[in-house]
């Protein structure tokens, strides 16, 4: 089993849709958790980063932590087909060595 | 700044042959590290190096790859002998301090390596 599991997509969703993406993580000593978009043939850029659990909100942007559940979202309201990328989300106990998903290809259609 | 920068962003080699890999960090940035993007297990880390020590190789494939980083400005990972199963995108990232938040690990565009 991986230490971070993400559904892969790929997900279609309509220009202003609010889109949901998850993962689900094992490892019991991660504390921060990020989100990571890349676009095609680009390297990964961070999008947002949570400490333990709860909440965090940067405009059209919101990533939820439960570490209870040991489940990460991040949700994309009014989306836009800029936002078309794959998305990766993270883990990390030592806030250095990320363990990444696998990514989730998301479309964005005007 | 430039960001960091990898060479070259295209390689297609034959099996067998020697790969070089090469990345230049963001100024400043005391970590750097390696990462391998395939579709089947996603990106990993591989290496990584603090002041321009090697830190944690775990994530190494194995013996035929090997990193180095001689100075700051400059690390390299190098596939001998490279076969098929090497080809993928490989990353530098680089970030200042722990890479958690406010450290932000930034990523190069890639290596995009094909083993033929």
């Known amino acids: 089993q991986k230490e971070v599991e993400q559904d ?3 997900l279609s969703v309509p220009e202003g849709a609010i889109v949901s993406l998850n993962c689900t993580y094992s490892n019991s000593a991660f504390q921060y ?4 978009r890349q676009y095609s043939r680009k390297g990964p850029e961070l999008l947002m980063y949570t400490y333990s659990s709860g909440n965090k909100e ?3 942007f919101t990533a939820q932590v439960d570490k209870s559940s040991k489940y990460i979202s991040l949700f994309i309201r009014d989306s836009q087909p800029s936002d ?3 998305y990766l989300c993270a883990g990390s106990g030592s806030a250095r060595q990320l363990t990444f998903g696998s990514g989730t290809q998301l479309t964005v259609l005007p | 700044d430039a960001g960091v920068i990898q060479s070259p962003r295209h390689e297609v080699t034959e099996m067998g042959q020697e790969v070089t890999l090469r990345c230049k960090p ?5 970590y750097l590290f390696w990462y391998r993007q ?10 990584y190096f603090n002041n321009n020590v090697p830190i944690d190789d775990s994530g190494m494939p194995e013996d035929r790859f090997s990193a180095k980083m ?6 390299t990972l190098k596939i001998q002998p490279s076969e098929p199963r090497d080809s993928a995108v490989y990353f530098c990232a680089s970030s200042l301090g722990t890479g958690g938040p406010g450290n932000t690990i930034y990523f190069g565009e890639g290596s995009w390596l094909t083993v033929v």
């Open chain 2, 70 to 75: 001689p100075n700051a400005s400059f690390s």
């Open chain 1, 8 to 10: 892969p997509g790929p």
């Open chain 2, 38 to 47: 395939t579709m089947m297990r996603g990106l990993e880390l591989l290496i």
């Open chain 1, 84 to 86: 078309s990328a794959t």
């Open chain 2, 26 to 30: 963001i100024s400043g940035h005391d």
């Open chain 1, 33 to 36: 958790f990020m989100w990571y």
């Open chain 1, 58 to 60: 940067d405009g059209r």
